[in-house]
């Protein structure tokens, strides 16, 4: 390393430790920290995204001594997994890297890489979970229509409502299957804490992923009429 780097790499971990100092001495609260946990979940997705989607991730668990028995995730899909990986691995984070004390600037380990590698150890946990709900999902039937969700009601003529319901139909099959079938189970008068409970996720997630998925729905539903 060219001693200009070393520098800025010394530079940077010494801010970092004034920022953890702070952190620490605030309890994780102020505005400071609101911006500063903003920007960092906003660059863990990032990251952490295109590693799912590459598949990088596995390698990276590997280097770990966390193996996983790798197949195709569909981009959807990787993308929640991603924002999964990266709540848990924020938790990760806050508990035991700023609180628990386990990050200091001695260890030479930037704050945003520590925060990374955080999610790469949460991804296994995630990824198992994701494996077990593909194969519980196997009993739950799919609706053959999209129309309950969005209510869809034409009061045209019969041209009208056919429109209605290809465009209906295209939105749900734009949606991951993971996504198509939270909304079933909520369609079907499932709540968030029941569907929590069906899929393993938390019912912060549930409801976050069906905000998505009726969003996504939405969107390309009106792009088809």
Known sequence: MRSSDAAQAAERLRFDG???????????????????????????????TKLVRSGAMFSRCGR???HLQQQVIPPQEAEE???????????????RGLLGKQWSAEHGQPLNEYFVNACVLAFPNVYRRWQRRMNSWRDV????SFA?????????????AV??????????????????R???????????AEIAELTRLTPRAVEGRIRRARLIARQRSDEDR
């Open 81 to 95: 997994l991603a924002s999964d990986a990266v709540f848990e691995g924020f938790v990760y984070f806050c508990d």
């Open 141 to 144: 039937d799919l609706l053959d």
């Open 64 to 66: 770990h001594g966390r």
């Open 182 to 192: 939270l909304l079933i189970l909520h369609e079907q008068g499932y709540s968030h």
């Open 163 to 180: 429109v209605e319901q290809q465009a209906a139909n295209a939105a749900f099959e734009a949606l991951s299957e993971d996504s198509r």
């Open 18 to 48: 004034v920022l953890v100092q702070h952190f620490r001495e605030s309890g994780l609260t102020g505005p400071r920290w609101d911006q500063f946990h903003r920007q960092l979940l906003g660059y863990g997705l990032t990251i952490v």
């Open 148 to 160: 309950s969700l969005e209510q869809v009601v034409a009061e045209g003529t019969p041209e009208d």
